[in-house]
């Protein structure tokens, strides 16, 4: 289902707002891999012979399972914002990642200033806490901080519940210290994921967020290249991908998105796109859910 469903765009609305834990729900394709697992194992348990076959069955959903969780964008594993809420009407959200960075954040605040435009920043638990007066900066400047893990190890999508959670809470807790504000969304280190991450959100009240289209700009040499990325087929409700931290450089040294994120801040005002944070775009959603129906949704089963 695709987040701007009605029932995904609930789930975004209630959680998405609240912070509150809410009950995991396994996906088609995980309840399917399951079901696979058990009929292998008791195909085995009621017919030895048959192992070659539970074998490969249960390996064809480990495939599955592992494919889902390269593509960032995927749903497969579990709800995931790609783009923003029908609400959000005519604007876009530019979300900047693996910050906060000494040397390009501020450069970065005073573009977003020069346009009048917000941000979302995706940062680092354990780089914020180097640099606390960056996260202190993009909170007063009318930004919104998410979680991007604390560590952002290039193996998180290896990891089991314990050490996703374990790296997530302490991101959680870095980041809601820091900034003053508890963080309502989670973006894995390169977007990649395993089954274990959508339980592990529910549990601390984080949603996932990917993106509509990015720009690569952590391994691009150009900045014409990067911008082209992101506004090719630029609409409203984008959500685009650029980063501070780990900023890819062009042939002089000079970070890309220094130069991408003015192009593109006035490609979208050309276009009559305003922006917005994720949590202001879900906030706007949610006032929009039936007081009943936010209740219905928030019932045990």
Same mark, same amino acid.
């Given at each position: 289902?695709?987040?701007?469903?009605?029932?995904?765009?609930?789930?975004?609305?209630?959680?998405?707002?609240?912070?509150?834990?809410?009950?995991?729900?396994?996906?088609?394709?995980?309840?399917?891999?399951?079901?696979?697992? !058990? $009929? +292998? =194992? *008791? #195909?085995? &348990?009621?017919?030895? @012979? %048959?192992?070659?076959?539970?074998? !490969? $069955? +249960? =390996? *064809? #959903?480990? &495939?599955?399972?592992? @494919? %889902?969780?390269?593509?960032?964008?995927?749903?497969?594993?579990?709800?995931?914002?790609?783009?923003?809420?029908?609400?959000?009407?005519?604007?876009?959200?530019?979300?900047?990642?693996?910050?906060?960075?000494?040397?390009?954040?501020?450069?970065?605040?005073?573009?977003?200033?020069?346009?009048?435009?917000?941000?979302?920043?995706?940062?680092?638990?354990?780089?914020?806490?180097?640099?606390?007066?960056?996260?202190?900066?993009?909170?007063?400047?009318?930004?919104?901080?998410?979680?991007?893990?604390?560590?952002?190890?290039?193996?998180?999508?290896?990891?089991?519940?314990?050490?996703l959670r374990r790296d997530i809470e302490a991101a959680q807790r870095t980041l809601t210290e820091i900034s003053g504000a508890r963080p309502l969304f989670f973006r894995p280190p390169a977007g990649l994921r395993n089954p274990f991450?959508?339980?592990?959100?529910?549990?601390?009240?984080?949603?996932?967020?990917?993106?509509?289209?990015r720009g690569f700009d952590t391994c691009a040499r150009g900045t014409q290249q990067v911008a082209q990325s992101l506004l090719r087929g630029l609409s409203a409700r984008d959500i685009l991908l650029l980063h501070d931290g780990n900023?890819?450089?062009?042939?002089?040294?000079?970070?890309?998105?220094?130069?991408?994120?003015?192009?593109?801040?006035?490609?979208?005002?050309?276009?009559?796109?305003?922006?917005?944070?994720?949590?202001?775009?879900?906030?706007?959603?949610?006032?929009?859910?039936?007081?009943?129906?936010?209740?219905?949704?928030?019932?045990?089963?």
């Amino acid at each position: 289902m695709h987040p701007s469903a009605p029932d995904a765009t609930l789930t975004f609305a209630q959680a998405g707002m609240t912070g509150a834990a809410r009950r995991w729900k396994p996906t088609p394709l995980v309840m399917g891999a399951a079901a696979l697992h !058990a $009929g +292998a =194992a *008791a #195909a085995v &348990a009621s017919y030895p @012979a %048959s192992w070659p076959w539970a074998a !490969a $069955g +249960a =390996a *064809a #959903a480990h &495939a599955a399972i592992a @494919a %889902s969780g390269l593509l960032p964008r995927s749903n497969l594993l579990g709800p995931n914002l790609t783009r923003l809420p029908a609400s959000a009407g005519n604007q876009i959200a530019i979300t900047i990642d693996d910050g906060p960075d000494p040397e390009v954040t501020p450069r970065v605040l005073d573009l977003l200033d020069g346009h009048g435009a917000r941000a979302t920043f995706f940062c680092i638990g354990e780089t914020a806490r180097r640099h606390p007066r960056l996260i202190e900066d993009i909170v007063a400047r009318g930004h919104a901080v998410e979680n991007h893990s604390q560590h952002h190890h290039l193996l998180f999508s290896l990891c089991g519940p314990r050490s996703l959670r374990r790296d997530i809470e302490a991101a959680q807790r870095t980041l809601t210290e820091i900034s003053g504000a508890r963080p309502l969304f989670f973006r894995p280190p390169a977007g990649l994921r395993n089954p274990f991450l959508e339980p592990v959100l529910c549990a601390l009240g984080l949603n996932l967020a990917s993106w509509t289209r990015r720009g690569f700009d952590t391994c691009a040499r150009g900045t014409q290249q990067v911008a082209q990325s992101l506004l090719r087929g630029l609409s409203a409700r984008d959500i685009l991908l650029l980063h501070d931290g780990n900023a890819g450089r062009d042939a002089g040294g000079r970070p890309l998105i220094l130069d991408v994120l003015p192009i593109v801040l006035q490609a979208a005002q050309q276009a009559g796109l305003g922006w917005t944070t994720l949590r202001a775009a879900v906030s706007a959603d949610a006032a929009a859910v039936p007081a009943f129906a936010q209740a219905d949704a928030m019932r045990p089963e």
